[in-house]
């Protein structure tokens, strides 16, 4: 099929203000929100824009047709490449499937369509007290869909579990065009938890085109405390003992003293400048609880050192205190026209090595390493600062991130704990899982799309999956010849 038709094909479909197809237009949809070097870029064929999930299943049965691949997108905040369309093809945009169908009080739960904004889900439900749990720090832009695809975090995941505990069920286009649902409203299930499959398949095995969500009831208190600490030792010793001491806060978040000097001046959030790390802990339930669970942490971080405790229970404060967390990011463009954002996960326990090994790595690349992240978690969240434009800084920025991946490997943790692998992190999941994981991940990716059209090159170390699906497109092609061994 030639360029020309395809597009007309796509304008059929979705209408001619549905596709983009000029190298203008396309320019945006080449990236996401990771570091351009650290992930290559590529341009689809064309983007389309459906509004339904009968507009979603024709485009995949065209790109079948067509044999192009597909690449779901959301907002493209993603960090780790996964909207990036490596082999060209079609980018099936889902930003205009953006309604909350519906919200059920009784069963706390609601049926939204995967363009809905994170952000807006909680606020749209809150009049009715209730909130979405999975709040990444991106949540003013990032999609739900994106969220099931990433199997996203956020600070509020510490006590709530991450998007996976909040879908209840999936309404997917499959790679061969059929639309099916998985899940269903009623607790409990049998047989394989397909939702569970789906949930962070980042775009390769279907494209959600509805999202059935859990509501969370509003908590009846919420406390927000922030601890300032005169050396990072020390904080995350209070981090490991509040958990340590049963305490179970709705988030516990650590900002570095780079981060603080970013954010501060920007948003005013009331974080001392003089501090090494702050502790953000956010606690949350009956009044009663939640002011026990107060004096207890305020005594843990003072026996911590801790050079500051301050309480905020208003939400005007609290608000203030979390605006200052949630646009860090943002705020690093204060210190540096570039930031890498790294996404490891440690056990607790280690935190304090891990920081000093990250602070060791900043030194010998000589560069700016800011620290902002889950700790209640063990999700780090390392930021390395540089500018691309400088010769030789992304390549530094590459060397000291494959330090830091190792590390953590090697000392029990993760390659991710919310950002996903992409084709970010593909080349390192040797370090983590062996020929038999692999395979088994494989068979599950070829039983949904044999043909391998949904997002390819993604997740699996570079070249893993080109040959599993020559293989297949080879032994396909022998059974349509009569020729059964090869
Ligand atoms: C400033 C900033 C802060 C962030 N903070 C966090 C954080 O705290 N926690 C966290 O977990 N992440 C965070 N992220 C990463 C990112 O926001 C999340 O991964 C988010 O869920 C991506 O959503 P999106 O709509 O932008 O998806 P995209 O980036 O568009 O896509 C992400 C992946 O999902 C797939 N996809 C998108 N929509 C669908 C669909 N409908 N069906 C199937 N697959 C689909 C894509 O193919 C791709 O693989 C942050 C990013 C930024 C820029």
């Not at 998985?182 to 085109?209: F, K, N, P, Q």
């Not at 494959?402 to 996903?420: R, T």
Request: hydrophobic letters at 45%.
């Amino acid at each position: 099929m030639d360029r020309a038709t395809l597009i007309d094909r796509l304008q059929q479909i979705v209408g001619p203000n549905g596709v983009f197809h000029r190298p203008a237009d396309l320019l945006v949809y080449e990236y996401d929100g990771s570091v351009d070097g650290a992930v290559d870029t590529a341009a689809p064929a064309a983007v389309a824009l459906p509004t339904t999930t009968e507009q979603v299943a024709a485009i995949v049965t065209l790109a079948r047709q067509a044999g192009l691949p597909v690449t779901a997108r959301g907002a493209g905040t993603g960090l780790s490449g996964g909207a990036v369309a490596q082999q060209g093809g079609i980018i099936i945009a889902l930003t205009r499937m953006d309604r909350i169908i519906e919200i059920d009080r009784e069963d706390r739960t609601a049926l939204v369509e995967p363009g809905v904004i994170n952000l807006e889900l909680t606020e749209t439900t809150a009049p009715q007290g209730f909130f979405f749990a999975p709040d990444p720090s991106s949540q003013r832009a990032c999609t739900i869909g994106g969220n099931c695809a990433e199997n996203s975090g956020g600070p509020h995941c510490l006590k709530y579990g991450v998007t996976t505990n909040h879908v209840l069920g999936l309404e997917v286009v499959l790679p061969d065009g059929r639309i099916v649902w998985t899940g269903g409203r009623a607790d409990g299930s049998a047989g394989y938890d397909l939702t569970g499959a789906l949930v962070g398949s980042e775009g390769m095995l279907g494209i959600v085109t509805k999202a059935l969500v859990r509501l969370t009831p509003k908590p009846a208190a919420t406390l927000v405390q922030l601890a300032a600490f005169a050396d990072i030792e020390s904080a995350s010793l209070a981090t490991s003992k509040i958990i340590g001491a049963g305490i179970l806060p709705a988030a516990l978040e650590m900002m570095d003293n780079l981060t603080i000097q970013a954010v501060e001046p920007a948003y005013h959030a009331g974080y001392p400048l003089d501090a090494a790390a702050v502790l953000l802990i956010e606690t949350d339930g009956d009044p009663d609880e939640v002011e026990a669970m107060g004096v207890e942490i305020a005594a843990i971080c003072q026996d911590c050192a801790a050079t500051t405790v301050r309480s905020a229970t208003a939400a005007a404060e609290r608000d203030l205190l979390w605006k200052g967390r949630k646009m860090a990011l943002g705020a690093m463009g204060r210190l540096a026209p570039n930031y890498y954002l790294h996404d490891t996960v440690v056990p607790r326990s280690k935190l304090p090595a891990t920081l000093s090994r990250v602070g060791e790595i900043s030194r010998e690349y000589k560069l700016p390493i800011a620290n902002v992240f889950h700790a209640g978690d063990g999700n780090l969240h390392p930021l390395m600062l540089f500018d691309r434009r400088r010769p030789g800084d992304v390549e530094r920025v590459l060397e000291a991130s494959k330090e830091i991946i190792v590390y953590c490997v090697e000392i029990g943790g993760a390659l991710s704990g919310e950002h996903g692998i992409g084709t970010e992190k593909r080349d390192y999941m040797t370090l983590v899982f062996t020929a038999d994981d692999l395979a088994a991940m494989a068979g599950l990716r070829n039983s949904f799309d044999p043909t391998g059209y949904f997002n390819p090159e993604k997740i699996f170390p570079k070249g893993y999956m080109c040959g599993e699906v020559r293989a297949l497109r080879a032994q396909a092609m022998a059974q349509k010849l009569g020729i059964y061994a090869l």
